[in-house]
T-cell receptor, first 114, second 113 residues
Framework: NAGVTQTPKFRILKIGQSMTLQCAQD?????MYWYRQDPGMGLKLIYY???????DKGEVPNGYNVSRSTTEDFPLRLELAAPSQTSVYFC?????????????FGDGTRLSIL | GDSVTQMEGPVTLSEEAFLTINCTYT??????LFWYVQYPGEGLQLLLK?????DKGSNKGFEATYRKETTSFHLEKGSVQVSDSAVYFC????????????FGSGTQLTVLP
């Protein structure tokens, strides 16, 4: 049972480059989330999705885009990488239901923008 | 909006010591409360949860009680082990439709043998 799978694990980008962080889950969860974790800080929500075809902004969406064409996949795109986007990115998913359902996290993508 | 305030770290303890990590929250309505743990190089894992006032969540010797009167959810363990070294995050889930989590800043725990 793979759970939430993120690729790549590490990446270095130059300023202005673009890339897509991949996230896939095999638990048939409707809800999916992207967070960023900066050193010494908690996780901040970038975007989330409550189902295929539906996405919405979180707390820190600027500089990112997402899509949700299938239940399983929720890629995060950086169009013009900036040093401020250096962070660890986590994807998570949860089942539809009450707010007491936990989120399941991937192992993260460590991204450096130089 | 919702917020979570967590005890500043890092925390360093000797093996078998008692652990408390304080967590207080601000939220409208009746949130669910969680503790997540993050081991080095890994994603977050759910440690325990509580969904209503006076509930006690417990797992792997860790406990936390949902105290609505003090808006707190402090994490405790009676005897820590070296393997408990990790970052611990307190979080709440709002009653909104997206079940978004609001996290505290995390507390780094190091347990020395």
């Amino acid at each position: 049972n793979a759970g939430v799978t993120q690729t790549p694990k590490f990446r270095i980008l130059k300023i202005g480059q673009s890339m897509t962080l991949q996230c896939a889950q095999d638990m048939n969860h409707n809800y999916m989330y992207w967070y960023r974790q900066d050193p010494g800080m908690g996780l901040k929500l970038i975007y989330y999705s409550v189902g295929a075809g539906i996405t919405d902004k979180g707390e820190v969406p600027n500089g990112y885009n997402v899509s949700r064409s299938t239940t399983e996949d929720f890629p995060l795109r950086l169009e013009l990488a900036a040093p401020s986007q250096t962070s660890v990115y986590f994807c998570a998913s949860s089942t539809q239901g009450d707010s007491n359902q936990p989120q399941h996290f991937g192992d993260g993508t460590r991204l450096s923008i130089l | 909006g919702d917020s979570v305030t967590q005890m500043e770290g890092p925390v360093t303890l000797s093996e078998e010591a008692f652990l408390t990590i304080n967590c207080t929250y601000t939220a409208t309505g009746y949130p669910s409360l969680f503790w997540y743990v993050q081991y080095p190089g890994e994603g977050l894992q759910l440690l325990l949860k509580a969904t209503k006032a006076d509930d006690k969540g417990s797992n792997k010797g860790f406990e936390a009680t949902y105290r609505k009167e003090t808006t707190s959810f402090h994490l405790e363990k009676g005897s820590v082990q070296v393997s408990d070294s990790a970052v611990y995050f307190c979080a709440l889930s709002s009653s909104g439709s997206a079940r978004q989590l609001t996290f505290g800043s995390g507390t780094q725990l190091t347990v020395l043998p």
